[in-house]
């Protein structure tokens, strides 16, 4: 069981949760890392008195040295301080809830040392998977994700004493909240529109991402490298009302399922105390009261990042990285702005068009690929 965490991406939905989580527990916190947001950080470093706190942003980071020079915390920033953060040398577990790519070298750092890594950056395995599965299996460092999905993928897992047992994993999507609409009404989707999700409160770009289907793309990407099993052995069902999580299929034809209330803290909490289960606070799902179970095929003609997701899943080596790199960029333009809802998926296909994929990459390789194709994706989107 965790007893002292370093927390990457701390200010953010999954970052505060966790601490909500790590005070309920009696977690030490040994080092706070976020990008920009100066005061939430400064309150919560104060509260639990990591020994490192990090600002990704450097003029922000400068004002909250200001700010704890009363105490003896130590202020660091930029990718270095995200790095020493994920290094820092109390901690047992790192907390990895950074949102994109630059989750990856971090996360890598820490399964260097042996850490148990508690996942909840996507991106780590969307781009770099196979590299980061190896690491961990050579520095012998723990993978335990945090994700709703891949949290109830793992449970579901934990009675299985073979593998091969398992026929295929199947990742439920609640759809977002433009299920049932056609492509050309997606066209006129405003970011107000898109960020109001029917079940999860979640930061800004991966309410976006549920809204466009690509968030269910990458978690397939994910579910193949965390469970190494092949695209046609993961898939996808449309289920509204978020209490089924996941689900595994076994090659009796049974099927298990993780149950829950849309409430993060529940794989928060696991992650943190596998494989033990601490009692939760928070009231459970009430089988009689939270009404009748659906589920429907994703529409991919009018939502067709998940096919593009897994058409880059199918392709392998540096596919996934470019796909990722031009829709991190393509989704911060949406919220600016700068271009329409489906302009996102036609971004994503435009770039993976331009940038050439380089197939059993090295780490360079897939650092070299996203920056391409967030040039590529800028000047797309410039025009």
């Known amino acids: 069981m965790t007893k002292t965490i370093s927390l990457l991406g701390c200010t953010g939905s999954i970052g505060r949760q966790t601490l909500e989580v790590a005070r309920e527990l009696g977690l030490r916190v040994a080092a706070l890392a976020a990008h920009s947001s100066v005061d939430l950080l400064e309150a919560q470093a104060r509260e639990f008195h990591p020994r490192l706190a990090v600002l990704y942003d450097d003029d922000a980071a400068d004002a909250l040295r200001r700010r704890l020079c009363d105490t003896d915390i130590e202020v660091r920033s930029g990718a270095e301080g995200l790095l020493a953060a994920a290094q820092v040398e109390e901690a047992d577990t790192v907390v990895t809830a950074v949102v994109g790519s630059v989750g990856l070298e971090p996360t890598l750092a820490a399964i260097r040392l042996g850490r148990r890594i508690a996942l909840a950056n996507k991106e780590t395995l969307v781009c770099a998977g196979e590299l980061v599965m190896a690491a961990a299996k050579q520095y012998g460092a723990q993978i335990v994700p945090v994700d709703s999905e ?68 990458l978690e397939v990407i994910e579910a193949m490298r965390l469970y190494s099993l092949p695209l046609d052995r993961v898939d996808t069902v449309i289920h509204r009302q978020s209490v089924i999580h996941s689900l595994v299929e076994f090659r009796d034809g049974a099927m298990l399922a993780q149950l829950g209330t849309p409430d993060m803290k529940l794989p928060i909490r696991y992650a943190m105390t596998w494989p033990q289960r601490a009692a939760a606070p928070e009231a459970p799902l009430d089988l009689l009261t939270c009404g009748a179970l659906t589920f429907h095929a994703p529409d991919t003609e009018a939502f067709r990042c998940l096919a593009i997701a897994r058409q880059c899943a199918a392709a392998g ?49 897939i650092l070299e690929a996203d920056r391409l194709a967030r040039e590529a994706a800028r000047a797309v989107l410039r025009r």
């Open 317 to 365: 080596g540096t596919a996934c990285a470019i796909m990722n790199a031009a829709n991190e960029e393509a989704v911060w333009a949406f919220l600016r702005g700068e271009t329409g809802f489906n302009g996102i998926h036609r971004t994503v296909e435009s770039v993976l068009d331009k940038v050439a994929v380089k197939y059993q990459p090295s780490l360079a390789d």
């Open 150 to 217: 891949h949290s109830a993928i793992f449970q579901c897992l934990q009675g299985c004493r073979d593998q091969r047992e398992v026929k295929r994993l199947i990742l439920t999507c609640s759809g977002g909240p433009f299920f049932g609409m056609t492509y050309a009404q997606l066209e006129r989707m405003t970011p107000g529109d898109a960020l109001k999700h029917p079940n999860w409160t979640m930061g800004a770009k991966i309410t976006i991402d549920s809204a466009t289907l690509m968030n269910k793309g």
